[in-house]
């Protein structure tokens, strides 16, 4: 019977699973705003992966046409103060931005889950050093060293600018996964893992980390958004590569040119709404999760006649 009970599935855990696979596409589903969002990312990745389908024109950084030119149906935004097609730069300024939120928002969520896991299911020594690391960075305010980082690390390099950001946006998600992981290192599931001897990395990754899927993906999310408005932030101080394509050097170019004040304001405006829209959406997404990781959060749906 000993055993039996030991190798039966867990079932506080497979609800959980069960939570985070099944729930996900319902919360989504039935939450207007996070399908909102859902559909608003749908629409930039399509851009990113095919801006051929959206503009004829190839190579948006050469100067082909008359500059400051209006809106018109030849160019939808106008032409910059160097003559090139302005929509055609914002199509194509949508996948780095794209890549920039996707990536380092990836990478920072995983060092916050090797930091605050590890720290939480170690304990001792190594929780309180890994504790102390995530607080040293957390009250250390972001912008401020993500702009003395970039500047010492040397501008242009999107590899640079993608190493920034992780270092610097990791440690708030590993503040809330290890206070996570705290709650569950006592949950029999854990217990019935160790007693069949199970090695800790094994239980970390099969056992804990799967119940926590919904809280890893907010902060996946929290982090990407964080990635678009800092990278945003960096490019248009010049702390970026000034010849990339992305809507941050789109800023950066419009303010060197004194777009506002020679008349070609969507020169600044539409790439500024693009990545306010982008960060919208990461957040407005963000709101499926939080009903799965609190379910006092979700609204009262009433119950239908008869039912």
């Known amino acids: 019977m000993t055993t039996t009970a030991i190798t039966a599935p867990p079932p506080e855990k497979a609800s959980a699973r069960t939570r985070a696979?099944?729930?996900l596409w319902r919360a989504v589903r039935g939450n207007r705003k996070a399908m909102a969002g859902a559909v608003i990312l749908l629409i930039f990745t399509v851009v990113a992966a095919f801006p051929g389908l959206f503009t004829s024109v190839d190579h948006p950084d050469e100067a082909n046409f008359a500059p400051r030119l209006d809106p018109s149906t030849a160019?939808?935004?106008?032409t910059t103060a160097l003559g090139q097609d302005i929509y055609s730069q914002l199509v194509y300024g949508t996948r780095e931005s794209l890549v920039i939120a996707v990536v380092a928002g990836a990478l920072a969520t995983v060092l916050s889950v090797i930091v605050?896991?590890?720290a939480a299911y170690l304990g001792g020594i190594a929780d309180d050093l890994l504790s102390l690391l995530?607080?040293?960075v957390l009250v250390i305010p972001a912008f401020p060293l993500v702009i003395i980082l970039a500047k010492y690390a040397g501008k242009g390099s999107?590899?640079?600018i993608l190493a920034v950001l992780v270092l610097t946006g990791w440690s708030y998600g590993a503040n809330q996964l290890r206070a996570q992981a705290l709650s569950l290192r006592n949950r029999d599931f854990l217990e019935s893992a160790r007693v069949r001897g199970e090695r800790r990395s094994y239980i970390i990754v099969f056992e804990v980390l799967p119940t926590m899927?919904?809280?890893i993906v907010a902060n996946f999310l929290g982090a990407a958004l964080y990635s678009v408005l800092s990278a945003a932030g960096l490019q248009f101080l010049g702390l970026g590569d000034p010849n990339s394509q992305s809507w941050g050097t789109m800023l950066y170019w419009a303010q060197n040119q004194q777009a506002l004040q020679t008349g070609t304001p969507l020169w600044?405006?539409?790439p500024g709404l693009c990545v306010a829209l982008l960060g919208v959406a990461f957040a407005l997404v963000n709101y499926a999760f939080d009903e799965i990781g609190n379910p006092a959060l979700r609204p009262v749906r009433r119950r239908r006649k008869g039912a």
Do not use: F, K, P, Q
């Open 21 to 23: 696979g099944g729930g």
């Open 75 to 78: 160019h939808l935004l106008g």
């Open 116 to 118: 605050g896991v590890s």
């Open 134 to 136: 995530t607080n040293v």
């Open 158 to 160: 999107l590899t640079v």
């Open 213 to 215: 899927t919904s809280l």
């Open 268 to 270: 600044s405006i539409a």
